[in-house]
């Protein structure tokens, strides 16, 4: 190996165990918060998942599903993919300390949020934003107090209204085919952060696992 080749080799490595600082995952047994319904609270883990800063200063903290059911037939040992579950379905619950930056550069205000599953529209609007399509709309707890699925458009017509803006506040969805047993935070391209962990779930009577990957940080390069 050439001392170049050697010299580069460190500072990538380097590179990365500085990137793995920057968050960090907390779990700890919290209940949902009070300030969603009643009936959503039901569906949400006691586990709280808190991402925090490379200064320790907290993110988030997300309360993901107890369980959800795929709508189609898929085979439970290779996990569940997002277009296994119906869209709209809650998959978990956010609390912001802080103002949040979404990942279209919106600024979502302070409070906790339902997190429901949508696929990005296929029109020339969209093509080229966000690496995949899928994602989490967000729809403030005291605006989403029903756990039923819903229309597409009713939903992101509340996920606007939650924001006070035209568009829906939206967490950018990585795919996680495999979760590991721990929540955890990755690194991705363009300082974007993925908070992955896994929802339990049934696949034609089986368990399954559905592997939920949400931007906590980063936004889209393309506007």
């Not at 580069?8 to 500085?18: E, K, M, S, V």
């Not at 993901?64 to 290779?78: G, I, N």
């Not at 809650?90 to 609390?95: G, N």
Request: net charge positive; proline share 8%.
């Amino acid at each position: 190996m050439t001392r170049t080749l050697a010299v580069a080799l460190l500072f990538a490595l380097l590179g990365r165990a500085a990137a793995a600082d920057k968050l960090t995952v907390k779990v700890e047994d919290s209940p949902p918060p009070k300030d969603l319904a009643e009936p959503v609270r039901t569906l949400l883990d006691s586990k709280a998942i808190s991402v925090l800063d490379d200064k320790g200063k907290l993110i988030c903290t997300v309360w993901p599903r107890k369980a959800v059911e795929s709508k189609t037939a898929a085979d439970p040992k290779a996990g569940l993919a997002y277009a296994n579950v119906a869209e709209t379905t809650i998959l978990a619950a956010v609390r912001f300390p802080d103002t949040w930056i979404d990942y279209r550069k919106q600024k979502t205000k302070p409070g906790v949020y339902t997190l429901r599953l949508a696929m990005q529209p296929m029109d020339g609007d969209h093509m080229g934003t966000a690496p995949y399509n899928e994602f989490c709309l967000l729809a403030a707890a005291d605006k989403d107090t029903k756990p039923d699925l819903m229309e597409l458009m009713a939903l992101h017509e509340l996920s606007a209204k939650s924001g006070g803006r035209k568009h829906p506040s939206i967490m950018l969805l990585f795919p996680n085919p495999k979760p590991a047993d721990a929540p955890r935070v990755e690194a991705k391209p363009n300082d974007t952060w993925v908070l992955n962990f896994g929802v339990p779930a049934t696949a034609g009577g089986q368990k399954a696992a559905l592997g939920v990957g949400l931007v906590v940080h980063g936004v889209t390069m393309s506007e």
